[in-house]
């Protein structure tokens, strides 16, 4: 057990490695010229000349990139040329913001997923079935910032049931005193749940969208591994004795398919938490690290973008590792097989 | 017997055949779509036509799909977009479906250091979703749609990379070449025979899947403004340039376009299931 | 009086297939009944038909069965639950890989105990026995295991145990040994034997294996291509094949005496 947690946080090592020297090489080696970027499209070449001996961008590359790797564990993301202050502290400014989104979509999305998953399952090769099937193929082919702007269209502009999306808070709210970050719960800690209430509202409709956008490989792997249980031999056992169908349906139907869905899980986090995010954040004016890519990306500041990029990727790798470990205690034929 | 005992037993009674005309739908959208991309702007041009007719006219029988803030026929120019992004979808798949086979390939084939390399740098690709990693490598090197595609076809390699690869080597092990090499055939000709059509199949499925999302991607990529730069027609940028329009509310320079990637990448996906039921 | 009757059964697939045609059979009450027959001779399908277990795409097109007088197929369609239950082939498939032992006999003990209305206590005490009464004989350790914890053997023990403790009249065994070594196949074959006697149930034993069904049944069914082809003594049917296959069958099974 120690000597493959050992394993594993090696692995973990190369992998946080492997990102740094990976996106060092994207936005260093590529035929681009980050100086050139920064500068604008109508900068002088002695502008850009200057941009370039202020970042150390005139240094020899192995010079740089020993600078960038130096700062890297220092947990040093550089300098953003657009606000002048350390990317690391920007992002883990904004980080509450996206987390927080992050987790209600997720949670959204892995209702949905399972429980939808689970019926197309049930009525499988059926009408539901397929009316299911439908959908996740139409959720997981529109544009999320497609339906994004639709959703505000109608639910702002012609109903009326959201508010308009100008941040976490409608105007008129003062943000709750910060101690987890959360609004939601921040609000509910200060006791003030008329804030609670205004910014659960508010974090509802992008989660919403987020989640909805991410369900679609949830249902697809929930389905086929539910089916798989109810086709089991041990499922069959189940009815040979007469079960309920209730009791078959959780026991041996859920109990088994979930398994595959906490390694899945990663993934749509990831996704959830970068993917469809940038352009979620700033369509919703939420105030996270996607609507700070976004910004860096808009004002050409590589380095922030960089470091955005850096984070999404260490985060995932990180959050990979976590979720094998739950794995292992959930499933007990993973946890027999190594845990001599 | 109650219903869901029936659908836990799996009973055959209400069973339908697996849906043939999702797919054949499918292919028809695609060839429509495709032919109005070739004919329509060869007919009428590609809507360009500025400030000639009012801007922001909601759809009608003359302007199908509405004109735009600057008085541009959204019809026409999600027409002539198409000329961008089924193209696109189609060349990145090709190019992700070769040379991920290829790279998969080799390294299933060329022992345990260079596959153990190739696997190291692919986990590290696997690292990001294939639209950040789209966006910074076309950060990085400037804003063109050129870029945008070849960032989009970069960040879609790796797992093609995977899957042919561990095809490759499932095929490699497989019984049949083991008594092909018995009989006495040639290793080339085993190859082509047998392991290439073989390890082919899969990553073919996952390529028109790959189409899918190489559009949604490029669309991203254009609605963030580092693709196709305005003022040339195509569905992500002609999105963005609506955002101001619908929130004011005036929906059809937004939605056509939207509708026209949903269009396309169900297309592509439904394909992609069929053909993965079809060649199993 | 018979216990298990079964007439006139025919099993099909949804695309039109016969899997099998025209089937026929009863058990006695205390007697175990061989079905035998190559794989792909119909004779699983016939044994899962009964507690409507069929797969997917499977179904009875028509027959009528009846258990103690009682029937529970009709014209095709299940009219009852009849009073039998199953073990099968693979038992640690067949055992839910995320459950404990002690799980999965308290969840049937549970159930049970609500259809006769014995209430919940005594479950632990009640499993530990049940283990016992199949020979197992550190039930404890046992039923803190999960099936992929215990072998093969251990495993259809288990399956037998909930098999028992339903009370059923009627036992279907389907290819209960296929897949074990011969020791634990000698001890299962044992243990169904035991329990028909003890118990005074009913067997349908289903196999592959002329030596097991030798040693096994009083009785035998033979089937080939879905079709019963003979159904007699098995010393009959041993020494006396009236079937040109029933004789083939026979062949090959002495020259590989139950190897499997």
Known sequence: MLRSGLARSGIAVVGVVGVAVLIFFITRLLPGDPARVAAGQYATDAQVEQLRRQYGLDQPVLVQFGRYMVDFFRLDLGTSIRTGQPVTDELLTRLPATVELGLLALLIAVVLGVGLGVLAAVHRHRVVDKIIQLLVVFASAAAVFWIALLAIYLFVNEWGVFTSPIGRLPRGYAPPDPVTGFYVVDALLAGDLETAGAALRTLLFPAMLLGLHASPSIVKIVRSSTIRALESDYARTSRSFGYPPGSILFHDGLRNALLPVITNIGLVAGFVLAGGNVLIEQLYAWPGIGQYAYDSLQENDLFALRGYVILIGVTYILLNIVLELAYRRADPRVAVAEGR | MTPIDNALRGNVAGRMRPGDSFAYAAFGVLAVLIAMGVVVPLLYGDGDVAMKTQGLLPPSWEHPFGTDRYGRDIFLRSMAAVRIDVTLGFAVALSVLVFGSIVGALSATFGRTVDMVIMRITDVFLAFPAVVLALIITASLGKSAWFAAIAVAIAYTPPMVRLSRSKALEIRSADYVAAGRLSGASTVGLAFRHVLPNAVKYPFVQSTLVASWAILDFAALSFLGVGVQPPTPEWGSMIAEGVGDILLGSWWPSFFPGSMILLSAASFQIIGDWLDRRLR | ?260
């Not at chain 3, 016969?18 to 399908?45: C, H, Q, W, Y």
């Not at chain 3, 038909?49 to 028509?62: E, F, R």
């Open chain 3, 1 to 260: 009086m018979t216990l298990l009757s079964v007439e006139g059964l025919s099993i099909r697939t949804a695309d039109g297939h016969t899997l099998v045609r025209d089937f026929a059979l009863d058990v006695n009450p205390g007697e175990i009944v061989g079905i035998v027959g190559e794989s792909g001779s119909g004779k699983t399908m016939t044994a899962l038909s009964l507690l409507g277990l069929l797969p997917a795409g499977v179904s009875v097109a028509c027959g009528d069965a009846s258990l103690s007088g009682r029937p529970f197929l009709r014209d095709g369609r299940v009219c009852e639950r009849p009073n039998a239950t199953m073990i099968f082939q693979n038992p640690t498939a067949a055992l839910n890989p995320t459950m404990k032992i002690e799980a999965q006999l308290i969840r049937l003990l549970t159930f049970l105990g609500k259809r006769r209305g014995t209430g919940r206590r005594g479950r632990r005490a009640r499993a530990e026995a049940l283990l016992e009464s199949v020979g197992i004989h550190e039930p404890r350790a046992v039923l803190r295991r999960y099936p992929h914890q215990l072998s093969g053997g251990m495993n259809q023990r288990v399956m037998v145990a909930m098999a028992v403790a339903a009370e059923p009249s009627l036992l279907i065994a389907d290819e209960p040994t296929t897949g074990l070594d011969v020791t634990v196949q000698a001890q299962i074959l044992e243990l169904i034997r035991s329990t028909v006697a003890s118990r005074g149930i009913g067997v349908l034993f289903v196999s592959h294996d002329m030596g097991v069904i030798a040693q096994t049944c009083r009785r035998v069914a033979v089937m080939y291509h879905g079709e019963l082809r003979e159904f007699a003594d098995v010393d009959d049917v041993f020494h006396a094949p009236r079937d040109a296959y029933t004789e083939e069958l026979l062949a090959s099974t002495l020259e590989q005496p139950s190897e499997r």
